[in-house]
């Protein structure tokens, strides 16, 4: 049985960019006869916008990709979270460096833009320094096909580093959230934007040590602006309206053919058919 899932932050409105990722998404789950459901992130709560979990929903519900189930909230799931921190308390350790000081001792930028610990508190953190963050121990390399992207490959200990699953700011980090919360729900298939492949041998690492399955995967190519950058809020992302031809640009953005509606979009639907790319312009 297949689930997949979209998993928005409330940190503002749909914007075009989250839009292709919740229409893939459910039409690869529709065609696939599977059950969608909506999680909403909301760990990160500096980043959040009042209002924009209730927001999401109504769009999508205007669009009519209607979900499964009830939505989950992680803010209401922390006590999975903790449970997960214990049972690989074996592999993580409290990390006493500031921002400031694994910057000057990163080993320079994972592929995501995070600096790259060097594993100085790994033994102890070093006297004088209060415990901040809880870190995963990495080990190895991770190797894994991407439906879309093809074949990939992560050194963990060399591209990325060991990496917070629990923040300074007390928060759980999204690393761990979001491989409890896909195993949890029982999610079969993960369908998001490119932006979060570097990401994903972190969370085939971390399933592996929880005991969990892994998901298959599908990486869309993150929708960017003419600058290059990825569609967000703070790039001015506009608001999906419920008129207007989103869902038709979103298809062409997906390289499938146009649908009179959506019932025909899950009848075309061919995800060989989708750009393996990175990025990619969201207008034309
Ligand atoms: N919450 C993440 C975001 O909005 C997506 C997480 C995921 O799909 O794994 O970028």
Known sequence: MYVGRFA???TGALHFGSLVAALASWLDARAAGGRWRVRIEDLDTPRIQAGAAEQILRTLGGLGLAWDGSVEYQSRRLALYRDALERLAQRTYWCGCTRREIADSSLGLAADGAQIYPGSCRADVAPG?????????VQGAI??????????????EREVGDFVLYRADGMFAY???????????GITDVVRGADLLDSTARQIQLQRLLGYATPRYLHIPAAVNRAGEKLSKQTGAHAIGAGGDALRRALAFLGQPQADDLAEAVRNWDPALIPARRAQAAEP
């Open 143 to 156: 190797a894994f096909a991407d439906r879309v992207q093809g074949e990939q490959r992560q050194d963990l």
């Open 129 to 137: 320094k209060a415990p901040r963050a809880l870190r995963l121990r």
């Open 8 to 10: 928005p932050s409330p």
């Open 175 to 185: 690393q761990l959230a979001v491989v409890v919360d896909d195993a949890e729900q």
